[in-house]
């Protein structure tokens, strides 16, 4: 992983977080969509087959307006991490490939932009600093509070662990900015937790 590009999709996410007033878990990735007029589309619902076999969602860009298109068959869970991967490519500006006069979508065969997406979508739907302050340590703490995944609760358990141990948190801005939006929701926790 290279860490230039690691930090863009992390610091990406805080600014997601922060110009769409998000302020609780789990995320609302609706929310932010329809803020940022991006229209999200389950695939049952459409008359074109937009996504290939095994793919869990698509953005597409037709005539100046974006729409998600996701696998609805999938949980919820999954289907919130796909539309926020999603969120990740348009935020993040990712390279567009023309599929007809029409259409557009992001370009499948770099993987590196699926790896930006992936950690553009985990920060998001699950904020270390968020976590860190109700103290959120085990994978099923976590997919429950956030509402994501088992999987990729795992995987955000794992990197939680290293970042538990390093001890560094709101030592940025942006991520500082986040936490006090939260606030609220994390004072509020704590009295359930
Ligand atoms: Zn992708």
Known sequence: MIYGKYKNARNAAWQC???YNVNKLPVSVLSIAKSAGI???KSS???INYLMPKESGISVLINK???IVYNDNSNIQRCRFTVAHELGHI???HELEKRNRRMQTFKKSESFAEQEANIFASRLLAPACVIWALGLKTPNEIASVCNISHSAAEFRSERMRTLYKRN???TSSLERK???NFKMFIQSQKKIL
Request: aromatic share 24%.
């Open 45 to 47: 619902k459409t008359n």
């Open 168 to 170: 560094r948190f709101l």
């Open 17 to 19: 977080l922060i110009d």
């Open 65 to 67: 307006q974006w729409y």
């Open 91 to 93: 935020f993040l500006g």
């Open 39 to 41: 229209k999200v589309v």
């Open 178 to 180: 986040v936490y006090r």
